[in-house]
C-alpha cells in the first residue's frame, strides 16, 4: 500500500480487510497504525541498507561493481525501489521519516565514498563522484528525456563507467 499509495492510504482497516484478518485481530500484531508504520520503515531499513550491504560486502567484488550490485539491489529492486520513492515522498511531509531517510542514505553514501575511495585518493572528487552517482540512480527514475538513440540503462552505465574509473591526470 505505502508503494502503490503512499503513506495515507496505509490504513488499519483496509490492510486487515485486504489480508483476510479483522481489525482486532490486526492489533493483535500492531499496537496501533504508528506502531505499523515505524515497523515498515524498520524493516525497509533493514531490507534496503543493511542485507544489501552484507550481500556486497561478502561477494568480494571489485569497486565498480560493488557499487552497481548495491545500487541494482536497492534502487533497481522492482520491489525495493517503489518503497524507496514513497519514503521519499513520505519524509518530504515527517520529521522522523526524514531523519529515518537521511540515515539510510548516509549508509549508501558511506558505500560509494568507500567504493570510490579505492581507486581515488581526492576527498573532494570522491565526495563529488559519491554524490553525482546517488543523484544519478535517484533522479534517473523521475526523468523523462530521452538519450538520443541509447537507452536509460545505457546511458546510466556509461555514467557509472566515468564515475568509478580512474581518470587519468
Known amino acids: 500500500m505505502l508503494a502503490t ?8 482497516e483496509a490492510l486487515a480487510k485486504r489480508i483476510g484478518v479483522t481489525k482486532g485481530g ?5 499496537a496501533d497504525r504508528e506502531a505499523l508504520l515505524t515497523a515498515m520503515l524498520e524493516a525497509w531499513e533493514r531490507e534496503a541498507v ?9 561477494a568480494g567484488l571489485d569497486p565498480k ?8 539491489l536497492t534502487l533497481s529492486d522492482h520491489r ?8 521519499r515522498d513520505w519524509a518530504r511531509r515527517d520529521d522522523d521519516v526524514a ?3 537521511r540515515r539510510v542514505d548516509n549508509a549508501r553514501m558511506a558505500l560509494l565514498r568507500e ?7 581526492d576527498p573532494d572528487e570522491v565526495e563529488a563522484r559519491a554524490l553525482l552517482a546517488f543523484c544519478a540512480v535517484i533522479g534517473s527514475h523521475f526523468l523523462a528525456a530521452d538519450h538520443a538513440g541509447r537507452t536509460r540503462v545505457e ?6 563507467d566515468l564515475l568509478f574509473e580512474p581518470r587519468d591526470r
Do not use: M
Open 50 to 58: 543493511d542485507e544489501v550491504l552484507a550481500k556486497v560486502d561478502n
Open 115 to 121: 567504493t570510490i575511495g579505492e581507486f581515488c585518493d
Open 26 to 30: 490486526f492489533y493483535g500484531y500492531f
Open 99 to 101: 531523519a529515518r531517510l
Open 80 to 87: 525495493l525501489l517503489p518503497i524507496d520513492l514513497a519514503v
Open 155 to 160: 546511458v546510466l552505465s556509461r555514467a557509472a
Open 65 to 72: 561493481t560493488r557499487a552497481r550490485v548495491a545500487g541494482v
Open 5 to 12: 499509495s503512499g503513506v495515507d492510504a496505509v490504513r488499519v
